[in-house]
């Protein structure tokens, strides 16, 4: 999660989408020398708006995405 990809979005007021994927330690799992036939899951989460450029509040903002990413893997 690095800051300054978030501040790329805080200087565009842009929104980040958090996203979560399932699945893909099957599909390349240790020892296999070809991907699994299994599915992977992609979960996008709700944007998360940026509100501030000040330099703590970009620590705040990724500890949020982190946790939406969290919650998304669950």
């Keep these: 999660f690095r800051l300054d990809a978030l501040d790329a979005a805080v200087q565009t007021s842009s929104p ?7 699945g893909t330690s099957h599909i390349l799992s240790r ?3 070809m991907p699994g036939q299994e ?4 979960t996008v989460g709700e944007p998360v708006a940026p509100q501030s450029d000040d330099a703590r509040e970009l620590v705040v ?4 995405i982190r946790e939406a990413i969290a919650g998304l893997c669950d």
């Design 16 to 22: 980040i989408y958090p996203l979560g994927v399932r």
């Design 31 to 33: 020892g296999r020398r």
């Design 39 to 42: 599915k992977a899951r992609i």
């Design 61 to 64: 903002l990724r500890e949020r």
